[in-house]
T-cell receptor, first 114, second 115 residues
């Protein structure tokens, strides 16, 4: 079946530290991969996406590369800010030939301290 | 900027009572989703509409949950009767198309507490 596994949180970092949040997936065929972010009290927002192997998605200093050989889509940022504190969800849309749906991981909470 | 609207934001109900949530997707978006997010977990799809038709309700507990999208615009999700285990965030999302690469836009959600 299709599933997403994320590293458990919380991840606690100091401002300007390097961030990695691991994400691996299981899927039939070639899914599209996404990172969504959920700030406190808000809904989910798309952060970045990649639609085929070796694609790199990037936005607001965050990056993730679609690695087919390791079935991974790790999220990275070179220098985090306090405002990046949120819950990050890795997700995939499987190739179904029909209607798409997002399958999410459990989420990783990031806390950045000054 | 267009947004997905949901109401209410918060709802407290007693078990065995009926409860309903409303969602108004971004104008022109044909696909509408209802997700349930239990605290500490990722969202799980309950039901997906394409226009007014249900295309996926495989995870919807049909003995107590129902969803409709009359006229293919706004949607209502109902629970009757509510159980303690239904306490969660209910998220509505919409997207303009059905392709694999299409972004889904989420509302702020309705937080349900069943007491």
């Amino acid at each position: 079946g299709n599933s997403v596994t994320q590293m458990e949180g919380p991840v606690t970092l100091s401002e300007e530290a390097f961030l990695t949040i691991n994400c691996t997936y299981t899927a039939t065929g070639y899914p599209s991969l996404f990172w969504y972010v959920q700030y406190p009290g808000e809904g989910l927002q798309l952060l970045l996406k990649a639609t085929k192997a070796d694609d790199k998605g990037s936005n607001k200093g965050f990056e993730a590369t679609y690695r087919k050989e390791t079935t991974s889509f790790h999220l990275e940022k070179g220098s985090v800010q306090v405002s990046d504190s949120a819950v990050y969800f890795c997700a995939l849309t499987p190739f179904s030939g029909g209607y798409n749906k997002l399958i999410f991981g459990a989420g990783t909470r990031l806390a950045v301290h000054p | 900027e267009a947004e997905v609207a949901q109401s209410p934001r918060y709802k407290i109900t007693e078990k065995s009572q009926a409860v309903a949530f409303w969602c108004d997707p971004i104008s022109g978006h044909a696909t509408l989703y209802w997700y349930r997010q239990i605290l500490g977990q990722g969202p799980e799809l309950l039901v997906q509409f394409q226009d007014e038709s249900v295309v996926d309700d495989s995870q919807l507990p049909k003995d107590r949950f129902s969803a409709e999208r009359l006229k293919g615009v706004d949607s209502t999700l109902k629970i009757q009767p509510a159980e303690l285990g239904d306490s969660a965030m209910y998220l509505c999302a919409s997207s303009p198309a059905t392709g694999m690469n299409t972004e889904a836009f989420f509302g702020q959600g309705t937080r349900l507490t069943v007491v």
